[in-house]
C-alpha cells in the first residue's frame, strides 16, 4: 500500500483510510473479519466520529478490534467531535468530554488523530487551545486535525493553539471537484469558477495539511454515487469503464486511482464495508494514471479547461 505523509509530522500513512460510518450494519464477528483484512492488505488507518451510529460505531469497533490479532499499535484511530443536535459545539469542556467518551468507546488510550468536525460560527479559539493542551498532555491525542474548514478557519484556530493542523476532511472526487475547477477557472464567468472553499486546497498544500478526501464515489452531498449512474453521468463512466479495461482494473479503481493521483498527495477515506470493494480501490491505490488519463476523466465529469 503506498504511503503518504500525515501532515508536517514525519509520520507516513496509507493513502487508502478505512472509512467507520457505516460498520454498525456488521455483526461483531463480519466486522472483526473487516478489520483483520484491512490490516492484513495495510488498511490500518481507521477514520471515525463520535456521532457516527450515535457512537455505536465507535463502540462496535472497540470490541471487535479485542477478537483480532492485532496490538493497538498496528493501527492508526481517528475519530472526529463537535457535531451536536441542532448545533456545532468546538467549546473546550465538550471537546474533552468527547474525547473521554470516544475513548471509552474504542476501548483505547488514545487517539492518533482528533478532527474537529464542521466548523463552529461560535468557535472560541482559545478554548479549542486549552482543550488540545490537555489532551496532548494527558496523552489522549498525538495530533489534531480539522474537517470541512476553510483556510482562515484553520488560521484563526492556529493563533491560539500550539499543535500543528495535520489533516483537513474534505469531500473530494471525480464528481465533486470545485477544488480543482475553482483554480482552473480562475477569473472567468463560469460555474467552475466559484470559490467555494477559499482556495483550500493550495492552502492545505502550502501549510503541510493532509487533505482527507470523503464520500469520493458521491456526487452532491450525499446525493448518490457517480459510479454507473451513466444517466447523470454518461461520458465520465464511458472514460472510467475505458481506463478500466486498460488498466485491468474496475471503474472503481480508476475513480481512486484519479483522487490519489493529485500531487497533494491526498488521503482517500474508503467507506464501503464490502471487502470486495476494498480490494478494488486497493488495485487502483497501485496505478500511476497518465497527466492525459487524468484530465480527460476530470473533462468527462463536465469540467472545462478554458
Known amino acids: 500500500m503506498k504511503k503518504i505523509p500525515l501532515g508536517s509530522g514525519g509520520v507516513s500513512v496509507p493513502a487508502v483510510a478505512v472509512g467507520c460510518m457505516r460498520i454498525a450494519k456488521l455483526g461483531r464477528r463480519d466486522l472483526t473479519r473487516h478489520i483483520s483484512f ?4 495495510g488498511l490500518n488507518f481507521f477514520d471515525h466520529a463520535d456521532i457516527y451510529g450515535g457512537g455505536e460505531c465507535e463502540e462496535l469497533f472497540g470490541k471487535a478490534f479485542e477478537d483480532t490479532s492485532f496490538c493497538r499499535e498496528d493501527i492508526f484511530i481517528q475519530s472526529k467531535c463537535g457535531i451536536r443536535e441542532g448545533m456545532y459545539d468546538f467549546s473546550k469542556e465538550h471537546i474533552l468530554k468527547s474525547v473521554d467518551g470516544i475513548l471509552s468507546r474504542l476501548n483505547t488510550d488514545y487517539l492518533d488523530v482528533l478532527v474537529l468536525h464542521r466548523p463552529d460560527a461560535l468557535v472560541e479559539p482559545e478554548e479549542v487551545a486549552e482543550a488540545f493542551d490537555l489532551l496532548e498532555s494527558s496523552g489522549k491525542v498525538l495530533r489534531f486535525g480539522v474537517s470541512n474548514h476553510r483556510p482562515l478557519q484553520i488560521e484563526l484556530l492556529k493563533r491560539c493553539i500550539s499543535q500543528p493542523i495535520a489533516v483537513n476532511q474534505l469531500q473530494f472526487g471525480a464528481a465533486f471537484s470545485t477544488m480543482i ?3 482552473i477557472e480562475a477569473n472567468m464567468l463560469t460555474d467552475g469558477a466559484v470559490d467555494r472553499d477559499g482556495g483550500v ?9 493532509t487533505i482527507q478526501a470523503w464520500s469520493p464515489f458521491l ?6 454515487v457517480f459510479l454507473g449512474d451513466r444517466e447523470n453521468f454518461p461520458k465520465l463512466n464511458e472514460t472510467l469503464e475505458a481506463l478500466a479495461e486498460k488498466y485491468g482494473v474496475t471503474p472503481t479503481g480508476i475513480a481512486a486511482a484519479w483522487v490519489l ?3 497533494a498527495g491526498i488521503q482517500l477515506i474508503a467507506g464501503t464495508t464490502k471487502i470486495f470493494r476494498l480490494e478494488e480501490i486497493l488495485a487502483g491505490s497501485e496505478i500511476n494514471l497518465s497527466r492525459k488519463e487524468w484530465y ?3 473533462l468527462s465529469a463536465g469540467h472545462i479547461l478554458p
Open 38 to 41: 484491512c490490516v492484513e492488505h
Open 181 to 183: 475547477s475553482s483554480g
Open 201 to 209: 486546497l493550495d492552502y492545505c498544500r502550502l501549510n503541510d495539511i
Open 219 to 224: 456526487h452532491g452531498f450525499f446525493k448518490g
Open 261 to 263: 493521483r493529485h500531487p
Open 296 to 298: 480527460d476523466i476530470y
